[in-house]
């Protein structure tokens, strides 16, 4: 065996180092230090060099989109699709439902994100034929139908599940649906009714609608709130719990101080601006709201 080296008084003693120039025992210094890497090298009882290495080199997301057609209740609907080609095997599908003003920008944009993530996205068309609105009176002509027949949330998210089915991307045993202010409404709606979804997300939603029975949810909901909310002031989030809670959900309610109505959309702010109308952008919430959006479909999906 090699005995160790070691540096010490002595071999700096024989090396006469006091005597050479500083230079010089800088070099001495580096050779010496090679030599004992080496030496440790060639002992068997030494701990060898890990000459492992950890790929930690991933796929740069390629995320694909395209604008589809389906059917709900005859009505010619306008969605969206978008995911990650690069990803392989079967995704998890995330269904996602927009705003009162309809299938704009913003809700495409959160798909491309849930793509970026690893999900198969579909944005659901609840007007039918791509209409949206451009003011608060025609968004509130839009969405009246289903606050007045709250079960049209199944029967319309319905048919964009199963379009969601028809993809080979999609792995239809793991659907899950969000749902932003309106599409809130619609997604705990839809869940309520007993809709196939293993989870379910509502960003500031309306709370009403059907009241929840036992046993026809079949996942989980997440609730994200504005603590600030006007439009879904505290006694209607109690009811929410407790009508939730009378039929044993599983569910979980986050309400985000500081937060009012649209909190994630970064337009909020201007719109509610120019219609004078108490919402506006929330960041620090939107971040938050999302980061618990994502934990929570890891979740409902891992089951």
């Not at 079967?90 to 999900?119: F, M």
């Not at 609840?126 to 609105?133: H, I, K, L, N």
């Not at 997300?201 to 036992?214: C, E, I, R």
Request: proline share 6%.
């Amino acid at each position: 065996m090699h005995k160790p080296i070691i540096f010490g008084p002595g071999l700096f003693t024989k090396l006469k180092l006091k005597y050479m120039r500083p230079a010089s025992i800088k070099w001495i210094c580096a050779v010496l230090f090679l030599f004992m890497l080496g030496a440790c090298g060639m002992n068997g009882s030494s701990v060898p060099a890990d000459t492992t290495t950890t790929d930690t080199t991933t796929e740069i997301p390629s995320i694909k989109t395209a604008d589809i057609l389906y059917k709900a209740d005859s009505l010619p609907c306008h969605g969206f699709i978008a995911y990650d080609e690069n990803r392989k095997g079967k995704l998890p599908v995330v269904v996602v439902v927009h705003e009162w003003w309809g299938l704009t920008d913003y809700p495409k944009s959160r798909a491309r994100q849930l793509a970026a993530l690893g999900y198969f996205a579909l944005d659901a068309d609840m007007f039918g034929e791509g209409r949206v609105a451009s003011t608060p009176a025609e968004a509130m002509a839009f969405t009246k139908p289903y606050y007045t027949h709250p079960a049209l949330a199944k029967s319309r998210l319905d048919p964009a599940i199963e379009e969601a089915k028809t993809f080979p991307q999609a792995d239809t045993s793991r659907i899950a649906a969000i749902g932003y202010c309106f599409g809130g409404y619609i997604v705990l709606n839809a869940a309520k009714l007993g809709s196939p979804l293993a989870g379910t997300v509502s960003f500031h939603g309306d709370l009403s609608g059907v009241a929840p029975q036992k046993g026809v949810i079949h996942g989980d909901i997440l609730v994200c709130q504005g603590g600030d909310d006007s439009f879904v002031p505290e006694n209607v989030r109690s009811a929410f719990k407790k009508s939730m809670d009378s039929v044993g959900a599983h569910y979980t309610f986050i309400k985000y101080t500081g937060a009012v109505h649209a909190f994630t959309n970064p337009e909020a702010t201007a719109l509610g601006k120019k219609f004078n109308l108490p919402i506006a952008y929330n960041a620090a919430a939107d971040s938050a709201s999302w980061s618990d959006m994502k934990l929570f479909l890891e979740s409902v999906f891992k089951k």
